[in-house]
């Protein structure tokens, strides 16, 4: 409900009342997950170039369901082992955010369970600055690295069914036939059934960031 009020100059403006407030289960845009995650990156020292760092934030995008900054535990895992290669364990990772965000977990959280623990994208470049530091051989992986981690049959181009296969054990969403025909259809420019890589790429943006602000089927699993 919205009602009318005026200001010291006796124009009107709207007064939201409690009823407008943001469903606390309803994502964030896209505009407002990218301010979140800006804001924490200010706040860490990092070694990446702003050309990686775009890529490992449009990574994180890809679990950050809620759009808040922030993703589970069991994400941050998949997250790291399928997309980053840092082929880490629960407790490796438990190790890592108590040395650079202690305070994420609390010894309720530890008593209670870990999946309740939401790591948030300060803490994930902190943790993958720390980790690239150390090792040498370790790289930010790239679209064209995830193109060819969805291209199964290794032919230079990704299909339906590989898009719904990996969209299921990668990010845990469960597209129907017709989602993924909806999410291809405006960057298959040659309605062939399938993507090559620069289309790919314009389908990764327009899912996870703000050019994708009304792609919301890719972040919400079908029922």
Known sequence: MTEKQTDIDGNQVSSKQPNDKKDENEPNSAAKQEEIMNEMLSKVEHPFEPDQIEELKSQFKM???????????????????????????????????????????????????????????????????????????????????????????????????????????????????QEVTDMMKDTDVNSDGFMEFDEFEQLMKKLFTNDGESKKSASTPSK
């Open 63 to 177: 679990f950050d369901k809620m759009r808040d900054g922030r993703v589970p535990m069991k994400d941050m895992l998949s997250l790291m082992n399928t997309f980053i290669g840092l082929k880490v364990v629960q407790e490796e990772l438990l190790d890592w955010i108590n040395e650079h965000s202690p305070s994420l977990i609390d010894e309720q959280q530890k008593e209670a369970t870990l999946s309740n623990v939401r790591i948030d994208f300060g803490t994930f470049i902190r943790i993958l600055g720390d980790r690239f530091i150390k090792d040498k051989d370790q790289k930010v992986v790239t679209n064209r690295d995830l193109f060819n981690k969805f291209d199964l049959s290794a032919n230079g181009v990704v299909g339906r069914y590989e898009l719904q296969h990996l969209f299921k054990n990668m990010l845990g969403v469960n597209l129907t036939e």
